[in-house]
């Protein structure tokens, strides 16, 4: 490969060269000693006729004398001249004398030449400061795209895990980008452009580089906001200059982030006028129908708002194909521990199926952090490998927050905190289709939560049953119910619960479907996307009469009353156990819900409640 090194010149060099001149020009002038006398002393010499040769300038006499000791030996010597007539006194002692016209050439280029460069080099300092955080008016209309060259593109699908259909989905675009003719060999084109469609930390942007890495291509790299500018028109002049350039460099990849900022459907928001935004998306859109995709270029974008895009954009010939990049399953969130365990150097005995089951819901850059939290916790704690219990530990920080140890709470609080704890861990164990107790803590964490029951779920559930949500509804209103069992009064500790088991209650009835009195209708009203009402009649979803909301609102209330009716019927079957567990919990501060597990078999209670028990008759 011929490579070429390019050197900058820099104004320093010159600087530097220009004192090395005076330096030397200083060295050669006195390679002889050269004393100065005054001025007396020299008008002495001069009659006693010491004075051998003198060259007057304008300030100062120079010339050399003999010296005192003897007239074989000569001083150069240098004085300042005082006396105008001292050409009368030399004619007088017959001294050879000579008038020299002093050289100032060098004081004067430095007199002008230094300021020059002075003044030019702090506006190279400046302008190379200000390019640095904004550009040059010239560069307005250039695009920001970081270029990736095919060397530097480092990226391939082994770096990219738990997302194996959206890999599937973009194998099809590299085998185009190697074996292009195999395709036009048939007719066939590949789509324009491929949008990347899923939640955030999902793995979109390492996902575009993977197909740049393994297609061995340049990967051109830009934020959707980076095209709309201050000046109108700077946007559309950056979008053709990027088309430009990826037309230049193809077969290469063009992929546009956060593509919801710059392609959001027109009118949006009922701002009317036609803006910077509206004119950049335009064209956008005039590229995507002029540049022919068998040149090579594949335009991919990402955005996790693909309602608000404006509906040309989606169209067939733009970007017709759409790639969901999802939340990980259980197994898919396997494969990425597995890629992210890989980087820990001192790994301990890890069961990444167990922790797989500790993190649902969890994207890749969820499990990324999980995996550095839990290399810090160890460095903090002194071990010498990252364990489980560390692992644990960053999977409740991450969910919960971080542990506060030092904030102070009187006992009383403590006691109902253990209380309430436990009411939410017994109801739960009690239940059918909860998830399992995997620890209860009486640690405050977070900003406000002051105990934290962790439960953690056996596998994924894509689908809830009715009998499986009022579980879930009663296990949550259980530390109230516990609170006022044992107390006979409440606290302000269960807002959080009351909220999830109320919009639980509401999806049932509104959503779902769950409720008898208020049928099988769907009351939900959901938001539509600006471009799905263009010319289309308004459906009346989300309308319904205010008799309706009243029944809506005694249903949802009638849910949360019945479940916590069957968290205190629980409870008060299993008060002894609960405060032998409040005792075991308050000493401890950390109780596993295997101890809980056992607790309830040696007690030997009843055995929990069937599906159809949960609602109480």
């Not at 185009?176 to 955030?200: I, M, Q």
């Not at 009064?489 to 008898?516: C, F, P, Q």
């Amino acid at each position: 490969m011929n490579m070429e090194k390019h050197h900058k010149v820099s104004i320093w060099y010159f600087i530097i060269g220009i004192w090395i001149v005076l330096i030397l020009q200083n060295y050669l002038a006195t390679t002889h000693t050269i004393t100065t006398i005054p001025y007396s002393q020299f008008l002495q010499q001069l009659k006693k006729g010491k004075i051998v040769e003198v060259s007057i300038t304008e300030n100062q006499i120079k010339g050399r004398m003999q010296s005192e000791t003897g007239a074989e030996k000569e001083l150069h010597f240098r004085t300042i001249r005082v006396d105008p007539e001292t050409s009368e006194l030399l004619d007088k002692y017959n001294v050879n004398y000579s008038a020299t016209i002093e050289s100032t050439f060098f004081r004067d280029l430095l007199s002008w030449i230094v300021p020059v460069l002075l003044f030019v080099g702090i506006w190279f300092f400046l302008m190379k400061r200000l390019s640095a955080q904004q550009p040059g008016f010239m560069t307005l209309g250039k695009n920001k795209a970081k270029v990736h060259k095919q060397e530097d593109v480092n990226v391939s699908f082994e770096d990219v895990a738990g997302v194996d259909e959206a890999v599937a989905e973009l194998v099809e675009i590299i085998d185009f980008l190697k074996n292009p003719e195999k395709y036009l060999e048939f007719g066939g084109s590949l789509p324009k452009g491929v949008l990347l469609v899923g939640p955030p930390g999902t793995g979109k942007t390492l996902l575009a580089k993977a197909v740049a890495g393994e297609s061995q291509v340049p990967f051109f790299s830009i934020s959707g906001s980076e095209f709309v500018e201050l000046f109108v028109g700077m946007g559309a002049a950056r979008v053709r200059d990027l088309f430009d350039q990826a037309n230049a460099n193809a077969p290469c990849i063009v992929f546009i982030d956060e593509l919801d900022a710059l392609g959001k459907a027109r009118g949006f928001g009922g701002v009317p006028g036609h803006d910077e935004r509206e004119q950049t998306l335009n064209q956008l859109l005039v590229e995507m129908d002029g540049f022919d995709p068998n040149v090579g270029v594949i335009l991919m974008a990402a955005t996790n708002r693909p309602e608000v895009l404006d509906p040309a954009l989606l169209r067939p010939g733009r970007f017709d194909r759409q790639v969901l990049v999802d939340r990980p399953d259980k197994q898919g969130r396997i494969a990425i521990l597995q890629v992210h365990l890989k980087k820990i150097k001192k790994l301990g005995d890890i069961d990444v199926q167990e922790l797989a089951n500790m993190t649902p819901g969890m994207v890749g850059a969820d499990l990324a952090n999980l995996v550095n939290e839990a290399a810090l916790l160890t460095v903090r704690a002194g071990k010498q490998k990252v364990e489980k219990d560390q692992f644990e530990e960053a999977v409740e920080r991450v969910v919960a927050g971080l542990e506060k140890k030092n904030r102070l709470i009187n006992p009383k609080e403590r006691k109902i905190v253990a209380y309430h704890e436990l009411g939410h861990a017994l109801v739960a164990l009690s239940l059918p289709g909860t998830d399992p107790v995997k620890k209860i803590t009486i640690v405050p964490r977070g900003i406000a939560a002051l105990g934290y029951t962790m439960q953690v779920p056996t596998e994924d559930r894509f689908l809830m049953m009715r009998t499986e949500l009022l579980a879930k509804i009663a296990s949550l209103l259980g530390g109230r119910a516990a609170e006022e069992m044992i107390f006979k009064d409440i606290s302000t500790g269960a807002h959080n619960d009351l909220a999830k088991a109320t919009d639980i209650a509401r999806s049932m009835v509104t959503e779902y479907g769950m409720s008898e009195k208020a049928g099988q209708v769907y009351y939900k009203s959901e938001p539509q996307a600006i471009f799905l009402q263009a010319g289309q009649k308004r459906t009346a979803t989300g309308e319904y009469s205010d008799e309706t909301a009243r029944l809506i609102d005694d249903e949802v209330r009638n849910i949360i009353d019945q479940q916590y009716t069957v968290a205190m019927k629980l409870l008060g079957k299993k008060r002894d156990i609960l405060e032998e567990a409040a005792t075991e919990l308050l000493e401890k501060e950390k109780i596993d819900g295997s101890y809980l597990e056992e607790l309830i078999k040696h007690k030997g209670n009843e055995k929990p409640l069937e599906g159809e028990q949960i609602i109480p008759s």
